[in-house]
């Protein structure tokens, strides 16, 4: 079974963008989380160009934690 991926989206006030990140994990998925993390931000930056993740594993939860950032940083 492999990790969920929660994703923490900034700024949080952006429906638009939050769409569009959860959008784009429907994709093939690549065999590493640094390629999978790469192919989303490649098709979320002909939108948005500045986007950064920042992922945070929590074996605990068996889950990982995106901090996706719309602006490159924190807001």
Do not use: K, N, Q
């Not at 949080?12 to 963008?17: L, V």
């Not at 920042?54 to 889950?63: G, H, K, Q, T, Y």
């Amino acid at each position: 079974m492999s990790p969920r991926i929660r994703l923490l989206c900034y700024p949080a006030a952006d429906a638009a963008f939050a769409s569009a990140s959860s959008a784009s994990l429907d994709i093939d998925l690549p065999e590493g989380a640094a390629d999978l993390v790469a192919a989303v931000i490649d098709r979320l930056r002909g939108t948005y160009p500045a986007v950064r993740i920042r992922v945070e594993p929590d074996a605990s939860l068996d889950e990982a934690i995106w901090h996706v950032y719309r602006d490159g940083l924190p807001s």
